[in-house]
C-alpha cells in the first residue's frame, strides 16, 4: 500500500502511476532530500516529538541509504513515485517503526520545497565557479592580444577599427551582469520552507530557526501559503540561464562568422570542432552552433514554467512537479555550455594579420577623417558630407582614403593638411578613442583590470557559497 494510501479502497493504476510519478528524474536530489531527513529528525528529537532512539535508528538508517544510492546499489521504482516517498519506504523497511515517524510535523508539500531550494543553491554555486572561469579566460584572451586590432561592426558591416581586446571585454561584461542576476537568484532560493507543512503551518512544535541554522538558510519564509507554492527562484535560475545562453548565443554567431574562410579572423582548435562525413576539407564549428541552438531550449524552460505557474491557485497543485524537468536539462547544459567556453577561447589562434589585410583594404577610417575636418573648423555635417564624397571617389576608382593624393582631398575640402594621413593610421583610430568606455588602449586596459578587481569578488562571493554548501552536505558523512 502507498504510504497515502489509508483512505484509498482501490490500487492506483499502473499508467497513471507511471504518469504521476517524478522519481525517474527527481531523483537526482537524494543527498537534499536525505540531508533535510536527517536535521529534521535532530529537530523532533530536540523537540521530544521523537525518542532519542529513534533519531539514532533514522540517521543511521539514512546515512545507508545515501551510501546505496551512491554506490548505484538503491533500487528505484514507479511505485515509490518520487525521491521523498522512495527514501521514507526504504528507511521503514531498514528500521521498522521509527521510518514512519520520521514525517511527523512535514509534508511532502514542504519537503519537496526544501530539496528544491537546496539543489538550485548548489546549482548556484557550480554555475558561479564555471560563469568565473568563463570571465578569466575572456580576460586573458584581451590581455594576451592585447595589441590586435580588428574591424568593428554595425549591421555586420565593417564600421571603425577596435581592439580584439575590447571585443572580448564587451562579453566579460555582458557575463559580470549574469553574475549579479546569479547572486539574486542565490538570495531568492536561500530562504527555509520546511515547517510550512502542506499548507497552513503545523501543530507541532517544530523548531524552524534550528533546522534552517542546521541547513545554512539565511531567512525563513513569512508565510506558509507562500512557501510550498513558491518557485520564483527556479524562474529566476532560468531567467538566468535563458540570459547566459542569449549572450553565449551571440558569441557563437561571431566565432561561427569570424572562423569562416570569408572572414578568417580566428582559428578554433581541432578539438572543438567536427568534420563532414563526405568533404574532407570540412572543419565545423559545431559547439558554437550547438550553444546558439539550445539556447531554445532555455527559453522553452522558462516559458513552459511562467506557463504552468500561471494560473495556480494557492497553495500546491501538481502542475508544479513540472518544475523539475527543466531545471536539471538547464542546468546540465549551461554547465557544459560555460565548461567548453572556457576552453575554447583558451585555445583558440587570433589571426592578427588577416585582420590587419582587411582594415587596410576598407573605409574604417572614415569617422576619423570627418573628425579631422572637425578639428580643422568644419561643422560636423559638412564633414561628414566631404568625407561621404571621398568615399564614394575611393570607390569608383579602386582606392581607400589613405590612397588619395592631398592634392585629390582639397578638391572636396581645402583645410586638409599632410596631417591627414596620420589621423587615418589605424592604430591612431584606434588611440584616439580615450573615452572611459572606449577602445582606446588605455581605457581596455583599465577595463582589464577592472576586470580582475571584479573577479576576486566574485570568488570571494562563490567562496562564501561554498563553505555553506560544505556545511550542509557534510551532514550526510
Known sequence: MKLWG??????????????TASIHF????????????IVHAEMLAKENIITQTDKK???????KIYRLIEKDEFEFSDAAEDIHMSVEQKLTDMIGEGG?????????NDQVALDTHLYVRKAVTRTGKLLLRLQNSLLEAAKRYEDVIMPGYTHLQRAQPILFSHHMMAYFAMLSRDFKYLSLTRDLADMMPLGAGALAGTTWPLDQAYVAKRLKFTTLYENSLDAVSDRDYIIAFLEFGAQVMMHLSR????????????????????????????????????????????TGRFYGHLMALLTVMKGLPLAYNKDMQEDKEGLFDAVDNLHFALSVYADMID????CKDRMRAVLE???????????YLVRQGLPFREAHAVTGHAVRYCIEHGKVLKDLSLDELRTWSPVFSDDVYEALQIE???????????????????????????????????????DMDRHVYAILK
Open 57 to 63: 535508528d533514522i540517521i543511521e538508517g539514512l546515512k
Open 361 to 371: 583594404g576598407d573605409f574604417s577610417d572614415a569617422t576619423d577623417m570627418a573628425d
Open 100 to 108: 514512519k515517524r520520521l514525517h511527523t510535523g512535514r509534508s511532502r
Open 251 to 294: 558569441l557563437s554567431e561571431e566565432y561561427v562568422l569570424w572562423s569562416s574562410a570569408e572572414f578568417a579572423f580566428i582559428e578554433l582548435d581541432d578539438s572543438h570542432c567536427t568534420g563532414s562525413s563526405i568533404m574532407p576539407q570540412k572543419k565545423n564549428p559545431d559547439i558554437c552552433e550547438l550553444v546558439r541552438g539550445k
Open 6 to 19: 489509508g483512505r484509498f479502497t482501490a490500487e492506483t493504476d499502473k499508467a497513471v502511476e507511471a504518469f
Open 26 to 37: 527527481d531523483r537526482r536530489m537524494y543527498a537534499e532530500d536525505i540531508c533535510g531527513s
Open 428 to 466: 591612431s583610430c584606434v588611440r584616439g578613442r580615450k573615452t572611459y568606455s572606449g577602445t582606446a588602449p588605455e581605457s581596455v586596459s583599465r577595463q582589464c583590470a577592472d576586470g580582475e578587481r571584479l573577479l576576486r569578488s566574485e570568488e570571494a562571493q562563490i567562496s562564501a557559497w561554498e
Open 347 to 350: 585555445k583558440m589562434t587570433v
